[in-house]
């Protein structure tokens, strides 16, 4: 334990909505991060275009130079893409620091049902990380961001793949490598939440049910492709598969109770 | 059937890798928003703040002067949020059309466990809309809006909640409408992808297992609140769970076997 890592509120940064969900906890954001299968990732392509754009990419924290760094302490974020895309391209010729980007991560843990639509909610968990996106261009870093995005998907992965990646392979990937400024994160959890006025009256509550939906991701059985040579599905997935299924269930269930007393706990 | 209505492609939605995953299709692309819990909108602060913004919001697409309007025709993105938060702000004080944002859903169907980590995929639904989002003043669309996207998180739920919103409610809620622009999405689905120097390599084909690995979301059973007074889970909620963990588990399921001949459907 000891010393928690926080990162900087800034204006960019700081929560201002249902502030007593927010969390500046270096942990818990890159937590939500790694925990994510999807990175939505935004940046600007400037002028003449007014929009920014959204790309969905697959990404993880990690620190080259310190690689037993926790989860709790100061991380780059890796991300994986295609050598001549836009954000790429991008980031490539960005003057300064690299490219400016917003990295964000959502997930819904349940659905909040109360007596009013205004008190509707969900459980959640989102972070978004603030940062400076380069390509990394030293051959080693690459090779092991490639292999610890690879294995971010599926522990073990590479090792059980065809590696190391050849020539043609490892100059069509690029990986960005994002220097974060700052991050936040926003996290709900616990049952429905409603105003006295509607909890005393009588024909409100007799006719609305409220409750919680827990949701979570399901991994479903492995389909051995017709090309598969290997008999049976390797214990490193199965087991992934049955951990994941029982950690992302609990969660959702477990979140349900988050703030009731003991002998509420439903 | 008859016409199909396409967004115009243009410099900031035309998809330049896997073009052939790619749909500019009002129908399908409408279709990954509405069935995705959370949607990613990114926005530009603007100077002194370099980075875009992205905040996770809840919304759907409606046409409120055509309400009967299909999915595959001309819609506009509803989200919901708060007054006093910063989007709104600049939605508020926005010139011009309003203010430029990009929307973005993204949900991933399967895991593509193939021979080298560079063929590795997801199964995935992926959409963006870029638009121009101001807040709704007209009150009956405004509340039109309320309801759409309340029902959009779980169907006909609004008329069995305390509704309508009172003052209070109606002043805290902005609802934003996005005039969309254009459009774009990208859809992954099928088996495991491998060059033929890999299929035709044993040492690799007998060591590494290839397949998909369906995922899909779960809602759980319903958890009645402590305060709940309706005995019995209602069917609106029950169907709808009961449909929507079939149909997610289906698509997932289904997608594996996309453009397989049927003798090698798996």
């Known amino acids: 334990m000891g010393r928690t890592l926080t990162y900087p509120k800034r204006d960019a940064n700081t929560v201002n909505r249902y502030k007593h969900r927010a ?33 969905p990419m697959i990404g993880t924290m990690g620190s080259f130079d310190y690689p037993s760094a926790g989860l709790d302490e100061p991380l780059d974020c890796y991300l994986h893409g295609y050598v001549s895309s836009r954000i790429m391209n991008l980031a490539r010729k960005a003057e300064g620091d690299g490219l400016p980007v917003c990295i964000a991560a959502s997930r819904v843990d349940g659905l909040i049902l109360s007596l009013t639509p205004n008190s509707h909610s969900y459980n959640y968990r989102s972070a978004i990380l603030h ?70 009256n009588n024909d409100v509550t007799n006719r609305v049910w409220t409750g919680v939906v827990p949701v979570h991701e399901l991994f479903g059985d492995p ?19 049955a951990d994941m299924n029982k950690h992302n269930r609990d969660y959702a269930v477990t979140a349900v109770n988050v703030g009731l007393p003991v002998e509420e706990q439903y």
Do not use: C
Not at 26 to 53: C, E, K, M, R, Y
Not at 157 to 182: C, F, G, Q, Y
Not at 223 to 241: A, C, D, H, L, M
């Open 23 to 55: 969390t500046y906890d270096l942990g818990a954001i890159h937590s939500i991060i790694n925990s994510s299968q999807v990175l939505h990732v935004s940046f600007s392509p400037g002028p003449p275009d007014p929009f920014p754009a959204i790309l």
């Open 131 to 200: 940062g400076y996106a380069r390509p990394v261009t030293d051959e080693a870093e690459k090779l092991w961001a490639m292999k610890l995005i690879t294995n971010s998907v599926l522990p073990d992965r590479w090792d059980h793949t065809r590696v190391p990646p050849d020539n043609a392979e490892m100059s069509s990937t690029v990986i960005l490598k994002v220097k974060v400024v700052d991050g936040s994160g926003k996290i709900r959890d616990g049952g429905v939440s409603d105003e006295r006025k509607d909890k005393n």
């Open 223 to 241: 389909v051995p492709s017709p090309e598969n040579k290997v008999s049976g599905v390797p214990e490193y997935i199965t087991s992934f598969i």
